[in-house]
């Protein structure tokens, strides 16, 4: 864009930054900086900047369009509805035609032989076309009684499906808690009363879906998730759940093609880099592997299986003490048995029979005192 340039004296080198849209101030209307300070200090703001007046213009346009394409509209409808009308009167017009021309030709047949019956059927005709006026009359107020019926239908309807929306969304709200307290066969059936009240979210499906993994019904998980992926194909979550699900089903190169998808869609997705990661090593490709794990951590250090799954990878490519390490960092996130067995393996390998035995010891108490807290916590329920 073309710089201006101040005219004032000893403002010569500053650029034009706006326009003063003051109806009373006497000075130049455009301003620089220091036209601005000094010679519209006491009405800056009715001083507008050139990237302002933009914003500005810009709100009016999409304003001036929105209106633009109601009116168009309402142009259409009004269209419409004047061609209905003209239909109608055209209509009438024929009907009229054909009952005059009747009542020509019945006249002339009765005139020859029965004077008072033409009388009586002239009648007749003159009754019957009224009726038919009458009706003409009557449709316009029948459409448009009919038009505000439907009109009322449809508020109803919208009404009972944002009723209906309200409820599935507050069920739904049920079934993540649910879930996240692992009960998660009432969380299914809290899902599936909300795709009853509005099957068109593509939350709920991803949370049955993930749900369903829990329960090990894959099958039926990669179906919710299909339907998510439909409803929002750039959900990251369905397509890490769809991975899931097909990576317990052993279908590792579909599984990884979802992960990619995920990860296409996007890049700093933490759980998507551990996942691909352990498909791939169920697929025996380590070195991979232990690439996507870094991925993962380096987005969230705190990763717990990230850091378990890259000791997996370590241990497979017989790098010990690295898996060791990695297996610390996880139990310091969370204190799991698993990991503390795993790290077991990895001692025994290095000769340090020792420290594996103590290791699986401490595995085992960990088991006994959380197997002691599951007991008690089933004896309140």
């Given at each position: 864009m073309?710089?201006?340039?101040c005219?004032?004296?000893?403002?010569?080198?500053?650029?034009?930054?706006?326009?003063?849209?003051?109806?009373?101030?006497?000075?130049?209307n455009?301003?620089?900086?220091?036209?601005?300070?000094?010679?519209?200090?006491?009405?800056?703001?009715?001083?507008?900047?050139?990237?302002?007046?933009?914003?500005?213009?810009?709100?009016?346009?999409?304003?001036?369009?929105?209106?633009?394409?109601?009116?168009?509209e309402?142009?259409?409808?009004?269209?419409?509805?004047?061609?209905?009308?003209?239909?109608?009167?055209?209509?009438?017009?024929?009907?009229?035609?054909?009952?005059?021309?009747?009542?020509?030709?019945?006249?002339?047949?009765?005139?020859?032989?029965?004077?008072?019956?033409?009388?009586?059927?002239?009648?007749?005709?003159?009754?019957?076309?009224?009726?038919?006026l009458?009706?003409?009359?009557?449709?316009?107020?029948?459409?448009?009684?009919?038009?505000?019926?439907?009109?009322?239908?449809?508020d109803?309807?919208?009404v009972?499906?944002?009723?209906?929306?309200?409820?599935a969304?507050?069920?739904f709200?049920?079934?993540?808690?649910?879930?996240?307290?692992?009960?998660?066969?009432?969380?299914?059936?809290?899902?599936d009363?909300?795709?009853?009240?509005?099957?068109?979210?593509?939350?709920?499906?991803?949370?049955k879906?993930?749900?369903?993994?829990?329960?090990?019904?894959?099958?039926?998980?990669?179906?919710?998730?299909?339907?998510?992926?439909?409803?929002?194909?750039?959900?990251?979550?369905?397509?890490?759940?769809?991975?899931?699900?097909?990576?317990?089903?052993?279908?590792?190169?579909?599984?990884i093609?979802?992960?990619?998808?995920?990860?296409?869609?996007?890049?700093?997705?933490?759980?998507s880099?551990?996942?691909?990661?352990?498909?791939?090593?169920?697929?025996?490709?380590y070195?991979?592997?232990i690439?996507?794990?870094?991925?993962?951590?380096?987005i969230?250090?705190?990763?717990?299986?990230?850091?378990?799954?890259k000791?997996?990878?370590?241990?497979?490519?017989?790098?010990?003490?690295?898996?060791?390490m990695?297996?610390?960092k996880?139990?310091?996130?969370?204190?799991?048995?698993?990991?503390?067995?795993?790290?077991?393996?990895?001692?025994?390998?290095?000769?340090?029979?020792?420290?594996?035995?103590?290791?699986?010891?401490?595995?085992?108490?960990?088991?006994?005192i959380k197997?002691?807290?599951?007991?008690?916590q089933l004896?309140?329920?």
């Open positions: 073309e710089v201006f340039k005219k004032y004296l000893q403002h010569e080198n500053e650029e034009i930054m706006g326009f003063c849209l003051n109806q009373i101030c006497q000075k130049a455009q301003f620089c900086y220091l036209c601005l300070t000094q010679n519209h200090y006491d009405h800056q703001k009715d001083c507008i900047r050139f990237n302002t007046m933009s914003q500005y213009i810009n709100q009016q346009l999409k304003v001036s369009k929105e209106q633009e394409a109601q009116m168009k309402m142009i259409d409808q009004m269209r419409t509805y004047l061609e209905e009308i003209y239909k109608q009167r055209k209509q009438q017009s024929r009907v009229l035609e054909i009952m005059n021309q009747r009542l020509q030709k019945q006249g002339v047949q009765y005139i020859q032989f029965y004077s008072k019956e033409i009388g009586n059927k002239t009648q007749q005709l003159v009754i019957e076309l009224q009726q038919i009458n009706t003409i009359k009557n449709v316009g107020q029948v459409q448009t009684k009919i038009n505000n019926q439907l009109i009322i239908a449809k109803n309807y919208d009972q499906m944002e009723l209906k929306k309200v409820e969304s507050k069920l709200d049920q079934g993540t808690e649910l879930v996240k307290s692992h009960k998660f066969r009432e969380a299914l059936k809290i899902f009363d909300s795709i009853k009240l509005f099957d068109l979210d593509y939350l709920v499906y991803t949370w879906a993930k749900t369903l993994n829990q329960l090990k019904q894959y099958e039926q998980a990669i179906q919710c998730c299909n339907k998510s992926i439909t409803l929002n194909p750039n959900y990251v979550s369905a397509w890490n759940n769809k991975g899931f699900a097909l990576d317990n089903l052993n279908k590792y190169e579909d599984a093609k979802c992960y990619n998808k995920a990860l296409t869609l996007n890049p700093k997705n933490d759980t880099w551990t996942n691909k990661g352990h498909t791939l090593n169920n697929l025996a490709q070195n991979e592997a690439q996507c794990f870094d991925q993962a951590i380096t969230y250090p705190n990763s717990f299986y990230a850091f378990k799954n000791g997996l990878a370590l241990h497979n490519l017989q790098q010990y003490q690295n898996a060791i990695c297996y610390q996880a139990i310091y996130i969370f204190n799991d048995p698993l990991i503390l067995e795993l790290m077991t393996d990895s001692l025994f390998q290095l000769g340090l029979k020792d420290q594996a035995k103590l290791s699986y010891l401490d595995a085992q108490q960990l088991r006994s197997k002691e807290y599951h007991q008690k004896l309140k329920i």
